[in-house]
């Protein structure tokens, strides 16, 4: 396991709470998401999803650039249409249970 580093804000911010995590594993994706958080505070939950993925999106495509120098506008718009085309036509089918919980 290669677990990524928790970002020094949400170290020292004592309300952080984490809101995805995923994994490549056993020749697919396993996420553990922080379903109700948004619907708990009285906010739309599925916008409230759309948002973070727009914002991983970008953070992505920022991130593309400064590693490896690629335009992060021509990024954008590539993560763009394969999120658009995963969804219109999915490349493996979404299995599992969603388990309440943490740890």
């Known amino acids: 396991m290669k677990p990524l580093v928790i970002p020094p804000a949400a170290q020292r911010d004592e309300s952080a709470r984490q809101l995805i995590s995923a994994w490549a594993a056993e020749k697919g994706l396993h996420c ?3 379903i109700g958080m948004w619907h708990n505070s009285g906010r739309d939950e599925p916008a409230s999803w759309g948002i973070l993925l727009s914002d991983l999106a970008r953070h992505a495509a920022n991130a593309l650039q400064e590693e490896y120098g690629l335009d992060s506008g021509d990024t954008l718009a590539r993560i763009r249409q394969a ?4 969804l219109a ?3 493996s089918d979404t299995t599992g249970a969603f ?3 943490h740890s």
């Open 89 to 91: 036509d999915p490349t």
């Open 32 to 34: 553990t998401l922080n």
């Open 83 to 86: 999120f658009d085309m995963e």
């Open 99 to 101: 388990n309440h919980g």
